[in-house]
């Protein structure tokens, strides 16, 4: 009787995770913004196209340089991929605002190794999260079907 209580519990928490899960999903896909551009234009990868301002003392002052707000943004813009609106980066690019996004060569040359590696990994965050999201609901599955009453 206990060991039934066990699986019927397990089976329940499975199904309130599962459900949980698909309904934040919605509500995320339901309440954000989407892009109007093309496809092929919403890659997080077009951000690092050379700015196309022209250069300017003042707009190189104003570039933000603060590690965690360029993560921020990276993360933010690694959605771009699913369809969720970035139009702003997308016209402009995040090299415009933030400190320049540098090549592995160029990341040598100056030694910012910390900067080159931790914007690459969070520019994959959304990726990784959508691995993750499918691999907790592939595991609820699996207990919801594995289990034998």
Known sequence: MLKFNLNTSKKKGALKNILITLTLIVFTL???P??????????????????ERQFNISNEMLKNYNLRDILFV???????????????????????????????????????????FSRRL????????????????LKQLKILFALKN
């Open 30 to 32: 339901s309440f954000a």
């Open 122 to 137: 969070v520019s994959l965050s959304s990726y990784a999260l959508f691995v993750f999201i499918i691999w907790f609901l």
């Open 74 to 116: 990276e993360f933010q813009v690694s959605f771009v991929i699913f369809g969720f609106e970035q139009d702003y980066y997308l016209d402009n690019g995040l090299d415009c605002n933030f400190e320049k996004r540098y090549s592995f060569d160029e990341t040598v040359e100056n030694g910012k190794y910390l900067d080159f």
């Open 34 to 51: 989407y892009s109007n551009k093309p496809f092929q234009e919403l890659s997080s990868f077009n951000q690092y196209q050379p700015c």
